[in-house]
């Protein structure tokens, strides 16, 4: 079973373009979450989704940053118009569904180190 | 509304010797608490969590972690610490009502002096 997929693992940006990250959950997850890491910082939460729905995005930033989680294919987080600031990694982390658990924890990616020049 | 303090954000200790890493959280429900590890330019790997079932909880790589209700704490502890065992550490707590949201420490570097 494969774990939590991200990619790419590493991405450039020159101030002002675009930025997509991708997150294939684990199979049999339904729920995906986004946090970001700042250096010497700790994770912080930015999103909850599940399939086709945002959930709680009281972590995101107001501006610029979007995600999404379709019914077929990756989760997307996507910034745009990318700014020196927006350099981190950015961690996906997927869970399946509570009703179907009693182990309450998120799996996590291996993460997508956004560089912004 | 929750959250979690790490006391000490640089740990070193001597190889061999006890690992201890503090993990303080606030919580106006029953927690869940959890312990993960880092390794340079790699994700998060769950190490240990508790889900109030026994309080003292065993996780990999020998490390386990006692939760404290009286003293709000979730500390990590190895008896013996291992070259290997150096990396970023960081302690979440979430609960039911937070929306499946964890909420992250700022971690402890933790390094093993041969």
């Known amino acids: 079973n494969a774990g939590v997929m991200q990619n790419p693992r590493h991405l450039v940006r020159r101030r002002g373009q675009e930025a997509r990250l991708r997150c294939s959950p684990m199979k049999g997850h339904s729920h995906v979450y986004w946090y970001r890491q700042l250096p010497e910082e700790g994770l912080k939460f930015m999103v909850y989704l599940q399939k086709e729905n945002i959930i709680d995005e009281s972590g995101m930033p107001k501006e610029r940053f979007s995600a999404e989680f379709p019914k077929e294919g990756p989760s997307i987080l996507r910034i745009q118009q990318v700014v020196r600031g927006d350099s981190a990694a950015y961690f996906c982390a997927s869970s399946p569904s509570l009703a179907r658990t009693e182990h309450f924890e998120q799996y996590f990616g291996p993460g997508t180190r956004l560089t912004v020049t | 509304a929750q959250s979690v303090t790490q006391l000490g954000s640089h740990v070193s200790v001597s190889e061999g010797a006890l690992v201890l890493l503090r993990c303080n959280y606030s919580?106006?429900?029953?927690?869940?608490l959890f312990w993960y590890v880092q390794y340079p330019n790699q994700g998060l790997q769950l190490l240990l969590k508790y889900t109030s079932a026994a309080t003292l909880v065993k996780g990999i790589n020998g490390f386990e972690a006692e939760f404290k209700k009286s003293e709000t704490s979730f500390h990590l502890t190895k008896p013996s610490a291992h070259m290997s065992d150096a990396a970023e550490y960081f302690c979440?707590?979430?609960?039911?009502?937070?929306?499946?949201?964890?909420?992250f420490g700022t971690g402890t570097s933790l390094t093993v002096i041969p």
């Open positions: 919580s106006s429900v029953p927690p869940y």
């Open positions: 979440a707590v979430s609960s039911t009502n937070t929306g499946n949201q964890f909420y």
